[in-house]
Every structure is written in C-alpha cells, then in structure tokens.
C-alpha cells in the first residue's frame, strides 16, 4: 500500500511558476512509476506527465511540453511537477498516482492517488 500527500498548490498568475510535491509512504518507492494527472470542473481527469522508476524516461502531455517537468528523488520518496510559463487553462487539480512496474499514461493504470492540489492561474 502507498499513501500520497501533495503540497505546493496555489495561485499564480499567467506567466508564472509553481511546483508540486508528492511524498509516498513506504519503503519500495523506487519500485513505482509515478504521474501527475489534472481535472478541471466538469472536465475528466487528464494526463500531464510520467516518469519511470529510474527518472530515466519521462513523459509529458503536449499541452505541457516546454512548459512542466515531473522529476523524483528517490532517497527523499518525492516526485516534483515544477511548472512554468503557466496559463490560465492549466488550471485545475493535480493529483499524483502511483503504479507498481512500468510507466503509463493511461488514468486506468494507476492503482494509488493523492488527494490533488488546487492550481489557480489568474489571467
């Protein structure tokens, strides 16, 4: 079993910068692929990015290329979305998953999520 706790939300105006942190329980951190997931109001929840069990491979949603990078630590059991440039459509909730093996982009795939935090861009 893994918990996830985010932190780091806020608001910001377009044009800035935020980063989200999630810390997992547990001791087998390295043995999950992690992603960052966002829902805005009457919308469905919607990749943004994923990184394997290494940090070797990432991967991003187009919306977000250039503009996020979802990064881990390991030692500290932490994943990061640092997220610049932002718009006032990359608004919404993020949430951080979990899955057990390989990375996914598929919502499905993910056994494990946060509780999401509120990201607010102001136009």
């Known amino acids: 079993q893994v918990q996830l706790v985010e932190s780091g939300g806020g608001l910001v105006q377009a044009g800035g910068s935020l980063r989200l942190s999630c810390v997992a329980s547990?001791?087998?951190?390295?043995?999950?692929?992690m992603a960052w997931f966002c829902q805005a109001p009457g919308k469905e929840r919607e990749f943004v990015a994923t990184?394997?069990?290494?940090?070797?491979?990432?991967e991003y949603a187009d919306s977000v290329k250039g503009r996020f990078t979802i990064s881990r630590d390991n030692a500290k059991n932490t994943v990061y979305l640092q997220m610049n440039s932002l718009k006032p459509e990359d608004a919404a909730v993020y949430y951080c998953?979990?899955?057990?093996?390989?990375?996914?982009?598929?919502?499905?795939?993910?056994?494990?999520w946060g509780q999401g935090a509120q990201v607010t861009v102001s136009s």
């Open positions: 990184i394997s069990m290494t940090g070797g491979t990432t």
């Open positions: 547990g001791r087998t951190f390295s043995s999950y692929a």
């Open positions: 998953a979990a899955r057990r093996g390989a990375w996914s982009k598929r919502y499905n795939d993910y056994a494990y």
